[in-house]
């Protein structure tokens, strides 16, 4: 199981490969394949394939991808398994094919040098692949019958772009973003988003059983070779020999599922079971067993549910010692739910109501120490399991009369929908007018929302393009209406829409959130083909045929136990957690919202997609305001400062609201917490911290306690001024976060800058500065700012003043009322401090020009410098370490200039309205954290490593700094002490010339 990425610029006019997008693509999957990478991009750089590696099958740097076959004409990128690829590996060899690997992969590329497209009907398995022809300049790509592995392309008519994921398409920045209303729409209708749409208009999904093709210069094409509902209709023509004795059809049902069981184990490393013990796990279980004594089962464990009938863990331990397995219980709690529900959503690549118990079960495997594990997922499907067969075919056969007065059930339904909803589910007011066909029926069994009842909180316009596009109706009723079978009708809708757009996506990201690779015998075409004419005939076989296949019967206590599924305590988990308003709405439809909701706004559809229902609150009056505001802002001293203006905006866009700050400390450090510089300020009422811990069991505890922690204050709104530089998975990370802590309304979590990345020789752009970026996010969310005149107030006070005069009486010489220059040349970051002895020459030109008196600013870990400096200057003060940072920022206000690093203090500063010369490593981008105010002069060299990130520079000494010569520094010194005392300029530009020419 892998992540695969390709980008093809087709037409002749498409821009080349963008290295760093298709690299962001890759990593965007890093969970799907965390044991390797690779790339590769042509010289012409048309077209770039991009790997991540889960290794399972061939261990060795030989199943590296992308893979090239040996003349190099072929390459590929592939994710999923080929079951049979020992057999086609053996076929290829007698044809001539050498091999380099034991993968399957390798088998792949030689088949499509062997048989081109058509290769694809040799395959058995679940894949997804692109594979790059040299020769034929094209990209061919093609997807597993059933959907088990997922593709998606992005084609903007010159570039085409494929995926593992949408998010890695989205993490890319190059799709076109806007809402695809069918997706918006079939999410409401089911719970999930059928294949090809997704909730963007820019993004497809290459439907199961497709193949496509993408040749250079010319039209994209997109063909089927494997249909379901076809594989049916051919068993149920071919007919069944119904005198066929019934010893016959169960030898028949175990070889045809103990042979696919087998060919699912196929690996290089250990294949675990998930047990439930229900019928389809406990039936893989025995089936395995029948030839493997050294089989590997995981059940998951509730303490919700200990000693409950909903308890599965004792019976899968009964089913474990029946069949010698070894066998292991994970538990859950929902402490543990907490800690990843942030995780959880963030792997959720395309919005589901479903899945949470995939995800856990998951987690709980790779615990247990597996990289592979087997699941029942598709034995209802095969064999009846659900209420859906014979709930959908009674309905359909009690209603068939009223299949000729479509409008009249129409008309009930419009005359009663406004009045069922009050006593009973909404579906009933439809019961007439789609009960009479099985798409219809099943429409009724199924779906979450009925379409009439989408424009409640979907805008109607896009209700209306939504289901035109979808076409429900007709895509339901080519599954099911070439078959004349009520059993083949209903398997094939329920294999080809709900496992294969909910349960196997489900399966697909949850797993690979652990980097766990779910396997499904029961969902395996060959199996399929076997005993589709069993299915067809007149009594076909259902769970306990299933069940009694195996060769040591399953425990009577399993056969005998009603239906339940692999469950979780999910619902009241989600909705107590995170919407529990919505905990009365029937079934998910609450969760639903809320899925929905997070997706949209991740997506920024908003606005065009729930217009009607944001209206509508807005004529009611509109949301009540704000009571308890939660602030969350992290770093350190100027992290603070810079936001000043944001929170004050805050403060007067809700003046009657309790605002709390929420910030991070580090244990162990003397960084400054901002309650130390703002308590005073009059901006917030009360301040929070959790310290910043490794990752790990105690990170889990941390957050934990402080979910705890916010839940009991009931805070109802968050302003989020997290750094700018934030991606949005984490924005999407926090956002679940804190819904989990009660809070339902959120400002500044969209307008996010899009930072351009260094390319080439190219520098990077000057950003705004942090504090302008901040204020733009409050602005997006509404509230009133202003970009002009921002407010840095600290409130410092008598004091502070207090506090520094007290120190100046400790200092044993006076300054003699010279005038002061602020200087800061320390540091927590060596890769941010310029030479000391560049500070010292500066310093020393200009108390010779100016007689200033130097006072040097910052912590406890800057005092020896600062006793240094001024020592070799023969006067000035030392503040650094002596001084508490709110008195510190009195004594900075008495400054004429600020000369230093970019620190803290440099914004502190900045805040006081001290001009600063100041000294920027090239670290980050220019001019996110530059100093407030006009009169600054900044400092930055352009160089080939800018934007490195680096907190301690070895291989090239701190380059960026060492190219500030201090005759530049010391000229803006001048200027801007000049510009307040122009007499002084003429004496203290001569003294400096004098100075250069005996140097």
């Given at each position: 199981m892998c992540g695969i990425a390709a980008i093809f610029g087709h037409s002749v006019d498409a821009p080349a490969v963008d290295r760093d997008e298709l690299i962001t693509i890759r990593d965007r999957m890093t969970q799907r394949g965390p044991d390797g990478e690779?790339?590769?991009?042509?010289?012409?750089?048309?077209?770039?394939?991009?790997?991540?590696?889960?290794?399972?099958?061939?261990?060795?740097?030989?199943?590296?991808?992308?893979?090239?076959?040996?003349?190099?004409?072929?390459?590929?990128?592939?994710?999923?398994?080929?079951?049979?690829?020992?057999?086609?590996?053996?076929?290829?060899?007698?044809?001539?094919?050498?091999?380099?690997?034991?993968?399957?992969?390798?088998?792949?590329?030689?088949?499509?040098?062997?048989?081109?497209?058509?290769?694809?009907?040799?395959?058995?398995?679940?894949?997804?692949?692109?594979?790059?022809g040299v020769k034929q300049r094209s990209l061919f790509c093609a997807r597993d019958p059933f959907g088990i592995k997922p593709l998606y392309y992005a084609d903007d008519g010159k570039t085409i772009r494929i995926a593992s994921q949408v998010k890695a398409l989205l993490a890319g920045r190059h799709i076109d973003t806007e809402p695809e209303a069918a997706g918006h729409v079939a999410f409401f209708l089911w719970g999930s988003v059928p294949d090809p749409f997704t909730l963007y208009r820019g993004i497809c999904a290459l439907p199961a059983g497709h193949t496509l093709m993408v040749r250079e210069g010319g039209p994209r094409e997109t063909r089927s070779f494997c249909s379901i509902p076809e594989i049916m209709r051919e068993a149920e023509q071919a007919g069944h020999d119904a005198s066929a004795h019934a010893q016959d059809k169960h030898e028949t049902l175990h070889s045809a599922l103990r042979d696919s069981a087998e060919h699912h184990l196929m690996a290089d490393v250990p294949v675990g079971i998930f047990l439930s013990a229900g019928l389809d796990s406990s039936t893989i279980a025995a089936l395995v067993s029948e030839r493997h004594h050294d089989v590997r089962t995981v059940t998951l464990g509730f303490n919700e549910y200990r000693g409950s009938d909903q308890d599965e863990t004792r019976l899968a331990e009964v089913v474990a010692k029946n069949y010698k397995t070894n066998h292991q219980t994970i538990w859950i709690t929902r402490a543990d739910f907490e800690a990843d529900a942030p995780r959880l959503f963030d792997a959720m690549d395309r919005p589901s109501i479903d899945g949470v118990n995939t995800y856990f079960v998951s987690l709980a495997t790779k615990r247990a120490g597996l990289k592979v594990a087997l699941s029942g997922l598709g034995g209802d499907e095969l064999f009846g399991g659900y209420p859906s067969f014979?709930?959908?075919?009674?309905?359909?056969?009690?209603?068939?009369?009223?299949?000729?007065?479509?409008?009249?059930?129409?008309?009930?339904?419009?005359?009663?929908?406004?009045?069922?909803?009050?006593?009973?589910?909404?579906?009933?007011?439809?019961?007439?007018?789609?009960?009479?066909?099985?798409?219809?029926?099943?429409?009724?069994?199924?779906?979450?929302?009925?379409?009439?009842?989408?424009?409640?909180?979907?805008?109607?316009?896009?209700?209306?393009?939504?289901?035109?596009?979808?076409?429900?109706?007709?895509?339901?009723?080519?599954?099911?209406?070439?078959?004349?079978?009520?059993?083949?009708?209903?398997?094939?809708?329920?294999?080809?829409?709900?496992?294969?757009?909910?349960?196997?996506?489900?399966?697909?990201?949850?797993?690979?959130?652990?980097?766990?690779?779910?396997?499904?015998?029961?969902?395996?075409?060959?199996?399929?083909?076997?005993?589709?004419?069993?299915?067809?005939?007149?009594?076909?076989?259902?769970?306990?045929?299933?069940?009694?296949?195996?060769?040591?019967?399953?425990?009577?206590?399993?056969?005998?136990?009603?239906?339940?599924?692999?469950?979780?305590?999910?619902?009241?988990?989600?909705?107590?957690?995170?919407?529990?308003?919505?905990?009365?709405?029937?079934?998910?439809?609450?969760?639903?919202?809320?899925?929905?909701?997070?997706?949209?706004?991740?997506?920024?559809?908003?606005?065009?997609?729930?217009?009607?229902?944001?209206?509508?609150?807005?004529?009611?009056?509109?949301?009540?305001?704000?009571?308890?505001?939660?602030?969350?802002?992290i770093g350190q001293l100027g992290d603070t400062i810079v936001a000043l203006p944001a929170m004050w905006a805050i403060k007067e866009n809700f003046p009657d609201a309790k605002l709390t700050l929420l910030c991070d400390q580090h244990p162990h450090t003397n960084y400054i917490l901002a309650s130390g510089l703002l308590r005073d300020a009059g901006v917030f009422h009360d301040f929070l911290a959790y310290p910043v811990e490794n990752t790990g069991t105690s990170s889990a505890r941390r957050a934990s306690e402080l979910l705890k922690q916010l839940r009991e204050r009931k805070f109802d709104t968050l302003v989020y001024l997290a750094p700018s530089a934030r991606g949005p998975r984490r924005v999407q990370r926090d956002r679940w976060f804190f819904r989990a802590a009660g809070i339902r309304t959120f400002i500044g979590m969209t307008g996010f800058p899009r930072f351009q990345k260094r390319r080439g020789l190219t520098s990077l752009v000057t950003a705004p500065r942090e504090s302008e970026l901040l204020l733009l996010r409050l602005r997006e969310s509404g509230l009133r700012v202003s970009l002009q005149h921002p407010r840095f107030d600290l409130g410092l006070s008598q004091r502070e003043e207090a506090d520094v005069a007290h120190w100046l009486e400790t200092q044993s010489e006076p300054d003699g009322h010279r005038r002061w220059i602020a200087v800061g040349p320390g540091s927590k970051m060596p890769a941010k401090r310029w030479p000391l002895d560049r500070y010292d020459e500066v310093v020393r030109d200009l108390i010779a020009g100016f007689d200033i008196w130097p006072v040097v600013f910052g912590g406890n870990e800057d005092r020896e410098i600062g006793d240094g400096l001024i020592e070799r200057w023969g006067r000035g003060y030392n503040a650094a370490g002596a001084l508490g940072i709110r008195a510190a920022g009195v004594a900075l206000r008495r400054c004429e200039l600020y000369l230093g690093n970019d620190t803290g203090t440099m914004h502190l500063a900045a805040a006081a309205g001290i001009r600063c010369v100041a000294i920027f490593s090239s670290?980050?981008?220019?001019?996110?954290?530059?100093?407030?105010?006009?009169?600054?002069?900044?400092?930055?060299?352009?160089?080939?490593?800018?934007?490195?990130?680096l907190k301690v520079c070895i291989t090239r000494d701190i380059e960026c700094l060492r190219r500030i010569d201090s005759r530049s520094v010391i000229a803006a010194c001048i200027d801007l002490l000049s510009a307040a005392h122009p007499t002084e300029k003429t004496a203290q530009a001569s003294a400096t010339a004098c100075r250069t020419n005996h140097s």
């Open positions: 690779g790339l590769w991009i042509s010289e012409d750089r048309r077209v770039g394939l991009a790997h991540r590696r889960l290794t399972i099958v061939d261990l060795t740097d030989a199943g590296l991808q992308p893979m090239w076959n040996a003349d190099r004409t072929l390459c590929v990128t592939y994710n999923g398994e080929i079951y049979n690829y020992p057999a086609l590996r053996a076929q290829l060899i007698e044809k001539g094919y050498q091999f380099q690997s034991h993968c399957d992969t390798e088998v792949l590329l030689h088949l499509y040098a062997e048989k081109g497209p058509e290769m694809v009907h040799d395959l058995r398995g679940m894949y997804a692949f692109a594979i790059w014979q709930d959908v075919p009674r309905t359909v056969n009690a209603l068939r009369s009223f299949r000729s007065f479509e409008k009249l059930g129409r008309g009930l339904r419009v005359v009663t929908q406004g009045i069922i909803k009050h006593f009973a589910s909404p579906k009933y007011a439809g019961i007439f007018e789609y009960g009479s066909s099985y798409p219809g029926a099943y429409l009724l069994r199924r779906s979450l929302f009925m379409p009439w009842e989408l424009p409640e909180f979907l805008d109607p316009d896009v209700v209306r393009e939504g289901w035109r596009r979808l076409n429900t109706m007709g895509e339901l009723a080519a599954l099911c209406d070439s078959l004349d079978s009520e059993r083949l009708k209903i398997s094939a809708l329920e294999l080809c829409w709900y496992m294969r757009h909910q349960l196997l996506r489900d399966s697909d990201w949850a797993g690979m959130a652990h980097s766990l690779e779910i396997r499904v015998p029961l969902v395996d075409l060959k199996l399929l083909r076997e005993i589709a004419p069993l299915i067809a005939s007149p009594r076909p076989p259902g769970k306990l045929d299933m069940a009694l296949s195996p060769r040591t019967p399953l425990p009577a206590a399993v056969l005998s136990r009603p239906k339940t599924g692999f469950t979780v305590p999910v619902r009241d988990w989600l909705l107590q957690s995170f919407d529990p308003t919505s905990a009365g709405e029937r079934g998910l439809r609450g969760w639903a919202r809320y899925v929905h909701g997070e997706f949209a706004h991740a997506s920024g559809a908003v606005s065009t997609v729930l217009r009607r229902s944001r209206a509508a609150r807005a004529n009611a009056g509109g949301p009540r305001a704000p009571s308890r505001i939660l602030v969350y802002r670290r980050e981008r220019p001019g996110l954290w530059y100093p407030a105010g006009a009169d600054n002069r900044v400092f930055r060299s352009e160089i080939d490593c800018e934007g490195c990130g």
